[in-house]
């Protein structure tokens, strides 16, 4: 089990640009592939990016492809998404999550530990 927590989330006007982190507990960060999900008012859950364990294989959600830039520091168990040009519907509560194995997978089912979210909201 790994906690994680987030940080980084606010107000930012729309075009503009923002880095959340994660920070997780523990000392086998390493062991786990990471991801960022995000959750509107009145939507599901949708998956924004993971990276595996060493960050060599990264996987992105169709939505935020081109924009979103997801990393990590396994030497500083922190997990990072880096957010340029961000629109109106990019705000959403933004949540990291932790799955153990090599693989990735965008299904929130797959993820075992979450953190308990950071606010990212637009302004036009």
């Known amino acids: 089990q790994v906690h994680l927590a987030e940080s980084g989330g606010g107000l930012v006007q729309t075009g503009g640009s923002l880095t959340l982190s994660c920070k997780a507990s523990?000392?086998?960060?390493?062991?786990?592939?990471m991801a960022w999900f995000r959750q509107a008012p009145g939507k599901e859950r949708e998956f924004v990016a993971t990276?595996?364990?060493?960050?060599?294989?990264?996987l992105y959600g169709d939505s935020v492809k081109g924009r979103f830039g997801i990393s990590r520091d396994n030497a500083e168990n922190t997990v990072s998404l880096r957010m340029i040009d961000l629109k109106p519907e990019d705000t959403a509560v933004y949540y990291c999550?932790?799955?153990?194995?090599?693989?990735?997978?965008?299904?929130?089912?797959?993820?075992?530990?979450w953190g308990q979210g950071t606010q990212v909201t637009l302004s036009s």
């Open positions: 999550a932790a799955k153990g194995g090599q693989y990735l997978s965008p299904l929130p089912s797959e993820y075992t530990d």
């Open positions: 523990g000392r086998t960060f390493s062991t786990y592939a």
């Open positions: 990276i595996s364990r060493a960050g060599a294989n990264t």
